[in-house]
């Protein structure tokens, strides 16, 4: 049973933007706090920014750049990421925050590249 699916990805240029949208269902947009995640190539799954209640937080990396939201009426978590850098190449996952408790997703990829 699929319960957390990834959309918005794709390949963009240095100083580009991209929203990411994570699509769920009304019980688990409901009951868990969400977030998004990274994982680079050869690198550990990271955090990059998450809902704890009204609360957000964001890695240190992001901070100014991308910006965490929520719809209730669509039950979808998402991502506007803002002045992208090549660093942020990664596959982009959601999950419960800050403790991961459902199946991982497909991901979606990201690619900064000119």
């Known amino acids: 049973q699929v319960q957390l699916v990834e959309s918005g990805g794709g390949l963009v240029q240095p100083g580009g933007s991209l929203k990411l949208s994570c699509a769920t269902s009304?019980?688990?947009?409901?009951?868990?706090?969400l977030g998004w995640y990274r994982q680079a190539p050869g690198k550990q799954r990271e955090l990059v920014a998450g809902?704890?209640?009204?609360?957000?937080t964001s890695a240190d990396s992001v901070k100014g750049r991308f910006t965490i939201s929520g719809d209730q009426a669509k039950h979808t978590v998402n991502l506007q990421m803002d002045n992208l850098k090549p660093e942020d190449t990664a596959v982009y996952y959601c999950n419960s925050h800050p403790t991961i408790s459902l199946p991982w997703g497909q991901g979606t990829q990201v690619t900064v590249s000119s």
């Open positions: 009304r019980s688990i947009f409901n009951h868990y706090n």
């Open positions: 809902f704890t209640g009204s609360y957000k």
